[in-house]
């Protein structure tokens, strides 16, 4: 009886931390980005402001997440399929972006691409800008959300063996050619997963991007630095409209992780 109450009061604890930390202020921002009603809600999505920075989160995101999915697929079989020194370096060099903070990935960022960076300065010279640009967005994004892809490949990768590798090797089939019936088909839930992460962290992302983009409305602004500068300008309408739009996205991303895992134990379930 006392462990049936034990249990039930974990339960309620837990639950009551989850709706005052997460459901509690996500309601909040519903009912604040709709306080002056659906037209003053239909105005900020399509003012010029909000559309050019969604539009350039969506755009730095689909450059982003497919070379961090080649990249952490790659990443991952060295580590775990070829018996290379330094693989252990590798692995550790992968969670970098995890431990550190976002802020100071930005601003060594400009230390090595800004005007007088290491190597900034040449690109500068021969008129192409990266850091307080576009390209520098995008590097900020794909530092923050490198590592997703690998570190859920890295245990299906382990886990999955390889048995039907060698097999495939032994009946003469190339390294592609495995790679591609074998090995892709093996991993392709975690890879899903990890490009799942990978795009909700480079959509959200803040801190990075925002110490290299200069921060130019209409230009250089993504949608989370739209929403802080909203905010400051007291435009909190346009600010609660944009953050619901991307509460709303991480919502859908929770689902289809969600999805990813159901579907996943499935399959294994099925095997």
Request: hydrophobic content about 55%; charged content about 15%; cysteine-free.
């Amino acid at each position: 009886m006392r462990a049936g109450w034990g249990r039930r009061g974990l339960i309620a604890v837990a639950a009551f931390y989850l709706l005052a930390l997460l459901v509690v202020p996500l309601v909040a921002v519903f009912f604040r980005a709709f306080e002056d009603g659906a037209t003053a809600v239909w105005d900020n999505l399509t003012s010029d402001a909000f559309t050019h920075a969604l539009w350039l989160t969506v755009l730095i995101t689909l450059i982003a997440v497919p070379l961090n999915t080649i990249f952490g697929v790659g990443l991952a079989i060295l580590i775990v399929r070829r018996k290379v020194r330094g693989r252990h370096f590798l692995s550790l060099m992968a969670d970098l972006p995890l431990a550190l903070s976002p802020v100071v990935i930005g601003f060594s960022l400009i230390l090595v691409w800004g005007i007088h960076g290491w190597f900034g300065s040449f690109f500068v010279d021969h008129g192409f800008r990266i850091i307080y640009a576009f390209p520098g967005m995008v590097l900020a994004t794909i530092f923050v959300s490198l590592p997703f892809v690998v570190r859920e490949v890295i245990p299906v990768l382990r886990s999955v063996g390889t048995d039907q590798e060698e097999a495939a090797a032994v009946l003469g089939a190339g390294p592609w050619r495995t790679f591609w019936r074998i090995t892709l088909p093996s991993i392709r839930w975690g890879v899903a997963y990890g490009v799942i992460l990978t795009t909700a962290r480079a959509l959200g992302e803040y801190g990075a991007v925002a110490v290299v983009s200069g921060r130019v409305t209409g230009q250089t602004e993504t949608a989370t630095i739209y929403i802080d500068s909203a905010y400051t300008d007291f435009n909190q309408s346009g600010a609660f409209t944009a953050a619901l739009v991307l509460a709303v996205i991480a919502i859908i991303v929770v689902v289809a992780v969600n999805l990813v895992v159901r579907q996943e134990a499935l399959d294994g379930h099925h095997s």
